[in-house]
């Protein structure tokens, strides 16, 4: 007979969804006469290991309702890169307290963690359920339409441009916003969804999709300077010259690194503070702004997706019905099936770990410096209901009296 003992842990960055993928998990799991506990571990992996477990069936439905629409991964999560030996041992937690459904809400590397530890269950024929959950705001995960926590991040990009661009519309220069997105440009490219009028910013995206050559964003940021009187750009985190190198990393002298010798792009200013410097230095303009959006894209508190809300609820849900009405492990996916409505489906877990998905072509336009009418339509539902909307007044000029 099954233990009826379940673990569900979060991974990876938080995003403003992620506790409503955690709380489809324990609600759903009750459904379910043969689970007799469901665990939560304390910060991701790294909790298995040290065996820091809460029990999640002793909380109310009331206080998990609560906990689903605050931001933030609530049982804590973890950067830790797990390899074989790592997911060895927490294979041997998960034995030690007869835990055979084990869920993972995270990224690519959580994925591929599931993966491992799936394939170390089968060997030594432990009979654990291992499902991954979909979770980034990067949007970067294969075979999905989009993911849990991309949608409401992307409307916190959409409205943070559309503020930036009012407020550069009153005091003209040139502003730049960097955004998430080592690899993908998903959310920098929602910076778009924000303008309503012909001139809004941002007038110039650039994505980590295409090369980035400073000669030709100089000539770019000028043209549209000289057009405009002004200025708004949104750049990814990402960029990188043609080799593949990190423009940050080109253009400044000393950046940090992180556990696995990755640039540390999020977190710091440095990115947005030598392009001002570039612009400034290089094409003369006086008022030259930048800001990084940093870590306040991840779980703003107060502009959430509720298509988002809902869909993160769904994947929780569906990966235990897919724990234990199915018959295999794997990833939870989302499918759009219409204009707008998603189904889900389990993919199989190798083809989803460690990949990385990045912005199709047709979402890119011609230029590299701009998005298509195709990525609008893609994105438009997901941001939900309520955007805001930016007005203008109606210029009725007066007649000059003093020549």
């Given at each position: ?244 190198t990190p423009i940050a990393s080109l253009l400044a002298k000393d950046l940090e690194h992180d556990a696995h010798g990755n640039v540390q792009l999020s977190g710091t200013g440095a990115l947005a503070d030598l392009l ?128």
């Open positions: 007979m099954p233990s009826g003992k379940i673990l569900v842990a979060q991974g990876g960055g938080p995003t403003a969804v992620i506790n409503q993928s955690l709380v489809g998990v324990a609600l759903e799991a009750r459904r379910f006469r043969q689970v007799e506990r469901v665990y939560g571990a304390r910060h991701g992996v790294r909790g298995i290991i040290n065996e820091e477990f809460v029990d999640l069936t002793q909380e109310t439905s009331h206080n998990l309702e609560l906990v689903a629409n605050t931001p933030s991964s609530a049982l804590g999560s973890t950067r830790d890169k797990p390899d074989l030996k790592y997911c060895q041992e927490i294979f041997q937690v998960l034995r030690a307290h007869e835990i055979e459904h084990f869920f993972y809400i995270g990224g690519n590397d959580s994925s591929d963690t599931v993966r491992i530890v799936s394939e170390e269950a089968r060997k030594a024929g432990y009979p654990l359920r291992s499902i991954h959950i979909p979770k980034t705001i990067d949007n970067d995960l294969v075979g999905n339409d989009h993911t849990p926590g991309f949608p409401s991040a992307a409307r916190f990009v959409a409205q943070a441009f559309a503020g930036a661009n009012l407020d550069n519309a009153a005091l003209p220069g040139v502003y730049v916003g960097v955004v998430m997105g080592r690899h993908a440009g998903f959310l920098t490219a929602a910076s778009a969804l924000g303008k309503k009028f012909p001139d809004d910013g941002p007038h110039l995206i650039y994505l980590p999709e295409r090369t980035f050559i400073l000669e030709k964003f100089l000539a770019d940021v000028k043209a549209t300077y000289e057009r405009f009187g002004r200025c708004v750009i949104a750049v990814s985190e990402g960029i990188h010259d043609a080799s593949g001002c410097e570039e612009i400034k230095s290089k094409l003369g303009i006086k008022r030259v702004r930048g800001d990084t959006f940093g870590y306040l894209q991840r779980s703003f508190i107060g502009c959430v997706s509720d298509v988002d809300q809902r869909e993160a609820r769904e994947v929780g849900e569906k990966a235990v019905q897919f724990a234990f009405w199915g018959d295999r492990d794997g990833s939870v996916a989302i499918r759009r099936t219409g204009y707008y409505s998603v189904e889900y489906e389990l993919l199989a877990l190798d083809a989803v770990a460690g990949k990385t998905r990045t912005m199709e072509d047709e979402f890119i336009a011609a230029s590299g410096t701009d998005i298509t009418d195709a990525f609008r339509l893609y994105l438009r539902p997901l941001l939900g209901s309520g955007m805001p909307d930016a007005f203008r007044l109606r210029h009725s000029p007066v007649a000059k009296v003093r020549g």
